[in-house]
T-cell receptor
């Protein structure tokens, strides 16, 4: 079955500390992975993607993500958290669907709270 | 102006009413999507369209219908709203399946 798991409902971190938001996936074939961020009363905004190539992907706002094929993980990281990073984060994987079309499968989301 | 615009942003209505949510985009993308967001469930795909003549059901299409009036416009209808359709609804667009999707700011729908 194709799926995305974000094992933590919420992550709390102090401002200035490094942060990690975890994501694991299950998909047939090569995974195409995405991270999105959602601020209150806004739609999802794209942060970064992994299609192929280097396992460390750099994205917007200083975020990066590490693809690990053996662990089927794609964790989101940032070296130094900001209060303004507080938001809801979604991991997604491109999976197959009936009719041959592909679609994004989203995780349930992880709420990141950065405390001053 | 926003690239993907959803109207209305908020709507409260009663059980049994017909509701239409509208989405328009200026990105020139062929692919458009409607999602539903519920707390703890992430986003689930309701319908998607790869061009004006191509409309497909997603994973939770029962109780919903869509219309692709033009490349830039994709509307979602609830024919007879029920309370468990209370949710946050998002429209999204993309160039293709490998590129990121671009989301509108959502419609918060409450059905009493």
């Amino acid at each position: 079955a194709q799926s995305v798991a974000q094992p933590e409902d919420q992550v709390n971190v102090a401002e200035g500390n490094p942060l990690t938001v975890k994501c694991t996936y299950s998909v047939s074939g090569n995974p195409y992975l995405f991270w999105y961020v959602q601020y209150p009363n806004r739609g999802l905004q794209f942060l970064l993607k992994y299609i192929t190539g280097d396992n460390l992907v750099k994205g917007s706002y200083g975020f990066e993500a590490e693809f690990n094929k053996s662990q089927t993980s794609f964790h989101l990281k940032k070296p130094s958290a900001l209060v303004s990073d507080s938001a809801l984060y979604f991991c997604a994987v491109r999976g197959s669907f009936s009719g041959g079309y592909n679609k994004l499968i989203f995780g349930a989301g992880t709420r990141l709270a950065v405390h001053p | 102006d926003a690239d993907v615009t959803q109207t209305p942003r908020n709507r409260i209505t009663k059980t049994g009413k017909r509701i239409m949510l509208e989405c328009s985009q200026t990105k020139g993308h062929d692919r458009m999507y409607w999602y539903r967001q519920d707390p703890g469930l992430g986003l689930r795909l309701i319908y998607y369209s790869f061009d004006v003549k191509d409309i497909n059901k997603g994973e939770i299409s029962d109780g919903y219908s869509v219309s692709r009036q033009a490349q830039a416009k994709f509307s979602l209808s609830l024919e007879s709203a029920i309370p468990n359709q209370t949710a946050l609804y998002f429209c999204a667009t993309s160039d293709d399946g490998y590129q990121p999707q671009h989301f509108g700011d959502g419609t918060r729908l409450s059905i009493l």
